[in-house]
C-alpha cells in the first residue's frame, strides 16, 4: 500500500445514519406543520449538507422564514437523537483496524456541522480518526475541496498519499476537486449506477472489497 492517508465521508459510508436522519426531518416538518418524508427520499436529499437537506424536504415554493424553522427544529430534534439508531455498517470497524495495523492514517471529512462531526466520531470511532472536519463558517462545504485539504494540513500528507472514500455524486466531485484518488462504496445512500455516471473510477461494495481496492493503490 502506497498511501499515507486514507480520508471518510460519514454518512452513508461510516456510519448508517439514515434512519435518525428521516427521523429529525420529518420531527422539524411536523414541528412546522409541513408534510412527512419517506425515507427514500431523505436519502435522495442527503449529501450537501443539513441546509440543503431541508431546503429539498420542505415543498415546492415555502418561504425562507419557514426553511428557518424547519432547519432550527432539525438541529435541536437531531442533535438530541442523532444515535438512535445510528451504527457503523456491518464490517467498516475491522476495515479501519486493519488500515491502521498497516499505519494508515484516517481523517473523516463531512457536510454535518463540525460538531456532530466531532461527536460521532468520539462517540463510534474513539481515537481511531486522528482528524474529524465537519461544517463551518470558515470553510466551504463539500464539494468544495476545502475540508478535505484542512484534514490533509492537519494530517501532515499530501495529495499523491491521499485515497478521499465516500458514498455519493458529491463526495466523487469533492475528490476530484481536491486532486485526490476517489474510491466510491455502494453500500451507502447512492447506487453503483449513479457513482459511475458521477465519473467514479473505483467501487467497492463492501468495506473488505474495499481494504482490497486500498491496498492496491
Excluded at 422539524?28 to 449529501?47: H, I, Y
Excluded at 450537501?48 to 429539498?56: A, F, H, K, Q, S
Excluded at 427544529?73 to 483496524?97: C, I
Excluded at 449506477?193 to 472489497?209: C, D, F, N, V, Y
Amino acid at each position: 500500500m502506497n498511501i499515507k492517508a486514507v480520508i471518510w465521508d460519514l454518512d452513508g459510508t461510516l456510519l448508517d445514519t439514515l434512519t435518525d436522519l428521516a427521523a429529525s426531518t420529518n420531527a422539524a416538518l411536523a414541528q412546522c406543520g409541513l408534510p412527512g418524508r419517506t425515507k427514500d427520499e431523505v436519502r435522495s436529499f442527503v449529501g450537501n449538507g443539513v441546509r440543503r437537506l431541508i431546503e429539498r424536504a420542505v415543498p415546492p415554493g415555502t418561504d425562507e422564514a419557514t426553511v428557518q424553522r424547519v432547519y432550527d427544529a432539525f438541529v435541536a430534534h437531531y442533535g438530541a437523537h442523532s444515535r438512535d439508531t445510528t451504527r457503523p455498517y456491518d464490517g467498516v470497524m475491522e476495515m479501519l483496524d486493519a488500515l491502521l495495523a498497516q499505519g494508515i492514517r484516517l481523517a473523516i471529512v463531512s457536510n454535518k456541522i463540525d460538531f456532530a462531526v466531532r461527536e460521532l466520531s468520539r462517540t463510534y470511532f474513539g481515537d481511531r480518526m486522528q482528524v474529524a472536519v465537519g461544517d463551518a463558517p470558515e470553510r466551504r462545504r463539500k464539494p468544495a475541496p476545502d475540508s478535505v485539504l484542512e484534514a490533509m494540513r492537519r494530517m501532515g500528507v499530501g495529495r499523491e498519499e491521499t485515497v478521499y472514500v465516500g458514498d455519493s455524486d458529491v463526495d466523487v466531485l469533492t475528490a476530484r476537486n481536491a486532486g485526490v484518488v476517489c474510491c466510491a462504496v455502494s453500500w451507502g445512500f447512492r447506487s453503483e449506477e449513479s457513482l459511475r455516471e458521477a465519473g467514479a473510477e473505483h467501487i467497492a461494495a463492501t468495506p473488505q472489497a474495499l481494504l482490497e481496492a486500498l491496498r492496491a493503490l
